[in-house]
């Protein structure tokens, strides 16, 4: 580190070593906790017939199955599952205050240890996930993709992040403003901050 900018987070990890432990340690027991290609019933047309149950106030008349209800006498309506994707974006504040924690434990190294478990979680179902790294200013935005390399591309990043000057104000402000910006549809966002920030960040739109 000199008097300009703060070292990389690591010089001896690497994005594999990172993914290798993490699925190992971590991954393999949350993998069953959040699926991607998750399930929403719903009642209108849908991909795949999922159950029946009886009619109620409201259920549109189309999805009766008329056989159940003449065996059943009376009204049963069949449900739908529709299948989705999700994208999920990680807006990650890299500024100078999150180069220190406790125990020698960098807040840094705490954002890399849950961007890669929560990307893996989220990749290993086929969602997609993009980042906006922050320092002063936004400094890249990683376009949302799905796969294991997306993982690995994300870690990279973070263990090579953009020189954060010294002295610079932080202003998440910039950040949520950016995310509002590259968001074309609706996301899971997460947010990675120890949020010690300029006043007013809640302004950003």
């Given at each position: 580190m000199n008097?300009?900018?703060?070292?990389?987070?690591?010089e001896q990890a690497t994005p594999?070593?990172?993914?290798?432990?993490?699925?190992?340690?971590?991954?393999?027991?949350?993998?069953?906790?959040?699926?991607?290609?998750y399930h929403t019933l719903f009642y209108?047309?849908?991909?795949?017939?999922?159950d029946l149950?009886?009619?109620?106030?409201?259920?549109?008349?189309?999805?009766?199955?008329?056989?159940v209800?003449?065996?059943m006498d009376s009204p049963y309506v069949r449900q739908f599952v529709e299948e989705r994707d999700l994208t999920a974006w990680f807006?990650?504040?890299?500024?100078?205050?999150?180069?220190?924690?406790?125990?020698?434990?960098?807040?840094?190294?705490?954002?890399?240890?849950?961007?890669?478990?929560?990307?893996?979680?989220?990749?290993?179902?086929?969602?997609?996930?993009g980042a906006i790294l922050y320092t002063n200013r936004?400094?890249?935005?990683?376009?949302?993709?799905?796969?294991?390399?997306?993982?690995?591309?994300?870690?990279?990043?973070?263990?090579q992040p953009p020189e954060r000057p010294l002295g610079a104000a932080t202003d998440l402000g910039l950040l949520l403003t950016a995310a509002l910006n590259a968001l074309k549809r609706r996301s899971l966002v997460f947010v990675v901050s120890d949020f010690m920030s300029e006043p007013g960040f809640g302004n950003g739109r």
């Open positions: 008097d300009q900018t703060v070292a990389p987070l690591s594999e070593r990172i993914l290798h432990r993490l699925d190992w340690r971590v991954v393999r027991r949350l993998d069953g906790l959040l699926q991607g290609d209108g047309t849908g991909l795949d017939f999922a149950r009886e009619y109620q106030a409201r259920d549109d008349i189309r999805h009766i199955d008329w056989n209800t003449a065996r807006l990650l504040d890299l500024s100078l205050s999150m180069g220190f924690g406790a125990e020698g434990r960098p807040k840094e190294q705490v954002l890399v240890d849950f961007v890669a478990t929560m990307a893996r979680l989220l990749t290993r179902s086929g969602n997609r996930v936004v400094a890249q935005t990683i376009p949302p993709r799905s796969g294991r390399n997306q993982v690995l591309r994300l870690i990279r990043e973070l263990l």
